[in-house]
């Protein structure tokens, strides 16, 4: 896959979610190695860098990953980009 693929800047925008169904925020960039979701909380940004690897389903609308809001927070919040 490339960054140009159009398959992956369908999901730009897009809801991303955990496995539990809890919101990751919305989906901001994607790429072949990773998906960048944010969201808003209390006038603070979490940014998820999460591998793409870790993507579960698309259903059009929301993106799941195969992975917990808790273990994403521990794991993947990070201010730049890999």
């Given at each position: 896959m490339s960054t140009n693929d159009p398959s992956l800047n369908c999901l730009v925008n897009k809801?991303?979610?955990?496995?539990?169904?809890e919101i990751l925020g919305h989906v901001?960039?994607?790429?072949?190695?990773?998906?960048?979701?944010?969201?808003?909380?209390q006038n603070n940004?979490?940014?998820?860098?999460?591998?793409?690897?870790?993507?579960?389903?698309?259903?059009?609308n929301v993106l799941w990953f195969r992975i917990s809001k808790e273990q994403t927070r521990t794991t993947f919040m990070i201010n730049s980009s890999p």
């Open positions: 809801e991303a979610r955990d496995i539990h169904d901001q960039e994607v790429n072949q190695n990773y998906v960048l979701t944010q969201k808003l909380i940004n979490e940014k998820f860098y999460i591998p793409s690897y870790l993507i579960q389903k698309f259903n059009g």
